[in-house]
C-alpha cells in the first residue's frame, strides 16, 4: 500500500514536471476534439478556390476579412482555451508569429467554443501576438474552410497562399515544429500574385 502511494505521488510530481500548465499536460488525452497530426499539402497547380470570410465578432473588436490578407501569406489555427494540445502549441504559434513578421507572414486564431473574455484571456496568457475571430456562435470560419480540407478535428492549423487559398493543414497539434517551418518557408518561397 505504502509502496502503491509512494508511486502515485512519483507520477503526480513528474507529471507537474512536464509544464506550467496544468491543461496542456494532458495533451495527448482524449478528452478534446483533436486529431492524429496528419499534414496535407497542396501543390500550387491543386489547390481550391479561395478561402472567403468576414467577421466583427473578434478578440480585438476589430473587423476582419478573408481580403484583409490578400497578398500575405496567412496561418490560421483553430483553437478554445481548454483544449490542452491547443494550450501546448500556443506558444510555438507565438513564437512563429513573431519569428514570421518579418517575412510578411500574418496569423488569425479561430475560436471555436469561448466567449470573448474567455479567448482574451487565453492570448494574454500565452501572448499571442495576433487576433482571433471568436466563431462558436455562427461558425463562419469553420464553414468558409470546410470546402476541401475541413477543420474537423481541435486544434487544426492552416497556412494559406498569398491568393487565399489553402496550401497545408495539420490536423491536430503542432508537435513538429521544424516540420511546420519548412512548409510555411516553402509557401513564403513561392512567387508573389
Not at 156 to 175: E, Q, S, Y
Amino acid at each position: 500500500m505504502i509502496v502503491a502511494a509512494s508511486l502515485a505521488a512519483s507520477l503526480v510530481f513528474l507529471g507537474g514536471c512536464v509544464s506550467n500548465d496544468p491543461l496542456a499536460v494532458d495533451a495527448n488525452n482524449e478528452n478534446f476534439t483533436s486529431a492524429d497530426g496528419s499534414v496535407t499539402e497542396v501543390a500550387p497547380a491543386n489547390r481550391g478556390e479561395a478561402v472567403s470570410f468576414e467577421s466583427s465578432d473578434t478578440t480585438d473588436h476589430s473587423t476582419l476579412s478573408s481580403q484583409d490578407f490578400r497578398g500575405s501569406v496567412l496561418v490560421v489555427n483553430f483553437w478554445y482555451a481548454a483544449c490542452p494540445p491547443c494550450r501546448a502549441e500556443a506558444p510555438d504559434l507565438a513564437d512563429l508569429a513573431t519569428a514570421y513578421a518579418d517575412k510578411g507572414v500574418l496569423f488569425l486564431g479561430v475560436n471555436v467554443f469561448d466567449n470573448t473574455a474567455g479567448a482574451q484571456s487565453f492570448e494574454n496568457s500565452f501572448d499571442i501576438p495576433y487576433p482571433s475571430i471568436l466563431d462558436a456562435d455562427t461558425g463562419t470560419l469553420r464553414l468558409a474552410f470546410a470546402s476541401d480540407l475541413p477543420p474537423s478535428g481541435i486544434p487544426t492549423t492552416f497556412i494559406v497562399d498569398r491568393d487565399g487559398r489553402v496550401a497545408a493543414r495539420v490536423l491536430g497539434f503542432l508537435a513538429d515544429r521544424s516540420m511546420f517551418e519548412d512548409m510555411l518557408d516553402s509557401v513564403v518561397a513561392e512567387a508573389a500574385p
